[in-house]
């Protein structure tokens, strides 16, 4: 059974940065692509990044340029470096994982992954 247990989250202001990780346990990373998803009160989960083996990104398109998605395959863990928060960002964050089964890129959808962490929380506030 694969476990991810988030982390880094917490209250920031407009403008601010933040860096989540997720840290998995009994697997390694090379053999799973990752994901970031996030889910605001209200709203339906949302795709933000994914990274596939080799550490390839993939970004959804409302998440380019202020979010960067990063592993450690040595440290089993992923990152999401967060920059110019916004109020909007304000969010449950989930790291998601995915056994690889064939080649290719990642994707940000979330019937995709099979593994889910419990998630952490981020507030901006204005």
């Known amino acids: 059974q694969v476990q991810l247990v988030e982390s880094g989250g917490g209250s920031v202001q407009a403008g601010g940065s933040l860096r989540l990780s997720c840290a998995a346990s009994?697997?390694?990373?090379?053999?799973?692509?990752m994901g970031w998803f996030r889910q605001a009160p209200g709203k339906e989960r949302e795709g933000v990044a994914c990274?596939?083996?080799?550490?390839?990104?993939t970004y959804a398109n409302s998440m380019k340029g202020r979010f960067t998605i990063s592993k450690d395959n040595a440290k089993n863990t992923l990152y999401l470096q967060m920059n110019s928060l916004k109020p909007d960002d304000t969010a449950m964050y989930y790291c998601?994982?995915?056994?690889?089964?064939?080649?290719?890129?990642?994707?940000?959808?979330?019937?995709?992954?099979?593994?889910w962490g419990q998630g952490t929380q981020v507030t901006v506030s204005s």
């Open positions: 998601a994982a995915r056994f690889i089964r064939s080649g290719g890129s990642c994707v940000t959808s979330e019937w995709w992954y099979d593994y």
């Open positions: 009994r697997y390694t990373y090379s053999r799973y692509y």
């Open positions: 990274i596939d083996s080799l550490g390839s990104p």
